[in-house]
């Protein structure tokens, strides 16, 4: 099983930067993709960003041009750099490895954008 710890949460005023990681570790093969998930208070979790093993990325349409997936293979990490970030992108934030056989999550980051 793969094991998933995200840091880089917090606080930020509108228009601020975070940098989330999320540092895998366990029984990492067969990685179809990582990516990045988010879920607002009484709002259903929605995928943020994803990257395939084959290196294409994906983003929600609310996020483009802002924030932007990277890895890190030698580490073992995947990242979110949040740019200009606005208020309703406060949410917590879950990691996600998917193994095609199963899907990994993290147990989440607290993002709060202030105004």
Not at 54 to 62: C, I, Q
Not at 92 to 105: A, E, I, K, S
């Amino acid at each position: 099983q793969v094991q998933l710890v995200e840091s880089g949460g917090g606080l930020v005023q509108a228009g601020g930067s975070l940098r989330l990681s999320c540092a895998a570790s366990g029984r990492i093969f067969s990685i179809f993709g990582m990516g990045w998930y988010r879920q607002a208070p009484g709002k259903q979790r929605e995928l943020v960003a994803t990257l395939t093993s084959g290196g294409r990325t994906n983003y929600v349409d609310s996020v483009k041009g802002r924030f932007t997936i990277s890895t890190d293979n030698a580490k073992n990490t995947v990242y979110l750099q949040m740019n200009n970030l606005k208020p309703e992108d406060t949410a917590v934030y879950y990691c996600n490895v998917d193994q095609g056989f199963r899907n990994n999550w993290g147990k989440g980051a607290l993002v709060t954008v202030s105004s």
